[in-house]
Each structure stands twice: as structure tokens, then as C-alpha cells.
């Protein structure tokens, strides 16, 4: 079975830090690019940081650089999002989904993705 599992999320003041982790079975993890995404509240997807199969080519949404970093350990089949400097506007739920989902809007029904954890951070 096909699985994705966040964990890491919670409620934290502005200036603090989170970090997110992803759980992957299921798959032959190494083999694919992986992304974390977000949803606020009443708005769309929101690409956040994309990593590719060998974990050295991160790339970061504008709103994001210089403040978060992705990271994986395929042998433990685990990706990660370490986040500083967290803003209100961070608040979000966040997924980790397997692939590519830079420009989406929504998931798709085919997405391998997590159920996500909600990230809240106060001013």
C-alpha cells in the first residue's frame, strides 16, 4: 500500500521553528522527486519546496527561501521540511506528495499524497 505520513506540525509563535517529516512506504522512494505543498484556510495549494530523487537539487517557492529547507534520507524513506523564522502567514496545513506539484492549484485524485499536519503560527 502506497503511503504517505506527516508528522511535526503544530502551534508555535512567529520567529520559532517546525520541523515536518513524511513517511513514505510503499514505493521505491529513492526513485522519485518529492514535494511539500500547503493549504491556508479558504485558499489553494501552494507549492512550497520540491527535492529530487537524490536529495542535492532542492528548489523553493519565493515566500519560503532562505527560511526553510527540504531534506531526504532515502534509506529511511523519510523526507523532511526544517522551517525557521515562521511567519503567521506560514499558518497552513502541509502535505508531502510524491513527484512534482509546482503551479498546482489542487490535488488530483492520482496524487500520492499525505493527510497532512496543520501548522499554526501565532503573532
Known amino acids: 500500500q502506497v503511503q504517505l505520513v506527516e508528522s511535526g506540525g503544530g502551534l508555535v509563535q512567529a520567529g520559532d521553528s517546525l520541523r515536518l517529516s513524511c513517511a513514505a512506504s510503499?514505493?521505491?522512494?529513492?526513485?522519485?522527486?518529492m514535494s511539500w505543498v500547503r493549504q491556508a484556510p479558504g485558499k489553494g495549494l501552494e507549492w512550497v519546496s520540491i527535492i529530487n530523487s537524490r536529495g542535492d537539487a532542492p528548489t523553493y517557492a519565493d515566500s519560503v527561501k532562505g527560511r526553510f529547507t527540504i531534506s531526504r534520507v532515502n534509506a529511511e524513506n523519510t523526507l523532511y521540511l526544517e522551517m525557521n523564522s515562521l511567519k503567521p502567514e506560514d499558518t497552513a496545513i502541509y502535505y508531502c506528495?510524491?513527484?512534482?506539484?509546482?503551479?498546482?492549484?489542487?490535488?488530483?485524485?492520482?496524487?500520492?499524497r499525505g493527510q497532512g499536519t496543520q501548522v499554526t503560527v501565532s503573532s
Open positions: 506528495a510524491r513527484g512534482i506539484l509546482r503551479g498546482r492549484t489542487a490535488f488530483r485524485d492520482d496524487d500520492v
Open positions: 510503499g514505493f521505491a522512494f529513492s526513485n522519485f522527486f
